[in-house]
């Protein structure tokens, strides 16, 4: 009888020692995610910047890569538009905040052919497209009021003569990932217009056409210093 009693209270033992030992380290697994989600010294390389790992998803930073829809109006049909060609277009961009709304970057010439290397003389990995800033009002994008980001002006060789570019993205909508406050932003959509100058004589020519660019993810950790 003592015996018994002896075994089933070691079993009982046991099994409390095994509650015990799991939520140990369930709650040790919990902490340390905790801390490492709010680790001060966690960076990450988010468009040209290093900024603190909770600061990056939920910004407007990073690198965005799509293309871009030429239109023009259909001449058979004049009130119908007629896609005419697709550009690549990748952008890597800065977010400084919701605060300011400073938005900045550049074009990525590898993703981006048809626009020209600024720096040539650099090595690969450092060379740039035009640059392009602007603000993100916020993150409030609308198709009554659009986020701009105006590139600059850059020149490219088109038969001999030197054509001045300069093109717009005018934002009109965000697509977040996600329900909660934090939200991911993901893509990027909206209008395109550039102005052609010295291509055609005595008048610029203008070109539109619509733009989708998805944020590249997931975005890359530094490793500390």
Same mark, same amino acid.
């Not at 009021?145 to 570019?165: D, E, H, K, N, Y």
């Given at each position: 009888m003592w015996k018994s009693k002896l075994l089933l209270n070691r079993r009982v033992g046991c099994k409390l020692n095994c509650v015990f030992v799991v939520t140990g380290l369930l709650f040790t697994f919990v902490a340390t995610s905790c801390l490492f989600a709010q680790d001060p010294l966690c960076r990450i390389r988010c468009g040209t910047q290093q900024v603190p790992c909770a600061q990056a998803e939920p910004s407007l930073c990073g690198v965005f890569r799509g293309s871009v829809e030429i239109i023009i109006q259909d001449p058979r049909?004049?009130?119908?538009?007629?896609?005419?060609?697709?550009?690549?277009?990748?952008?890597?961009?800065?977010?400084?905040?919701?605060?300011?709304?400073?938005?900045?970057?550049?074009? *990525? !010439?590898?993703?981006?052919?048809?626009?020209?290397?600024?720096? /040539?003389?650099?090595?690969?990995?450092? $060379? #740039?497209?035009?640059d392009v800033s602007g603000s993100h009002?916020?993150?409030?994008?609308?198709?009554? *009021? !659009?986020?701009?980001?105006?590139?600059?002006?850059?020149?490219? /060789?088109?038969?001999?003569?030197?054509? $001045? #570019?300069q093109f717009v993205l005018a934002v009109t909508q965000i697509i977040y990932q996600g329900e909660t406050a934090s939200q991911t932003p993901r893509t990027l959509v909206g209008q395109y217009w550039e102005i052609i100058q010295n291509y055609a004589v005595g008048r610029d020519i203008q070109v539109s056409g619509t733009f989708r660019l998805e944020r590249a993810v997931p975005i890359v950790r530094l490793p500390k210093g």
């Open positions: 049909t004049p009130d119908r538009l007629l896609t005419i060609t697709t550009i690549d277009l990748a952008l890597v961009l800065d977010d400084n905040g919701p605060g300011n709304s400073d938005w900045r970057g550049y074009v *990525s !010439p590898a993703q981006s052919l048809v626009f020209p290397i600024i720096n /040539p003389a650099d090595p690969p990995e450092s $060379q #740039r497209g035009p009002q916020g993150r409030q994008c609308s198709e009554e *009021s !659009p986020c701009i980001l105006t590139s600059s002006s850059f020149t490219t /060789p088109v038969s001999g003569a030197a054509v $001045q #570019r």
